[in-house]
């Protein structure tokens, strides 16, 4: 599926989950290669994250909370 073709809804969960993610890097003093390093990911997958492109698997949303000492359900809507 297309993000165009997303309901609203999903788009503009998927940006919440970004800005959490982002804010949880920054509060933490990380750049977007530390945290992609310490949650062994892309620095690119961390980027469309926080801007909320793409459909984050969830095998990389757990790293990243492990990463930001968070539980993932800190960074969901």
Known sequence: MRPADQPEWI???RRRVGL???DARIAEDMSQ???AHCAEV???TVQRAE???NDLKLSHLFR???ALRLPARD???
């Open 75 to 77: 960074l969901m809507p």
């Open 51 to 53: 801007l909320g492109q």
């Open 11 to 13: 788009v503009d969960s």
């Open 20 to 22: 959490r993610i982002r």
């Open 64 to 66: 990243i909370a492990a």
């Open 42 to 44: 892309d620095r690119s």
């Open 33 to 35: 290669e530390e945290l």
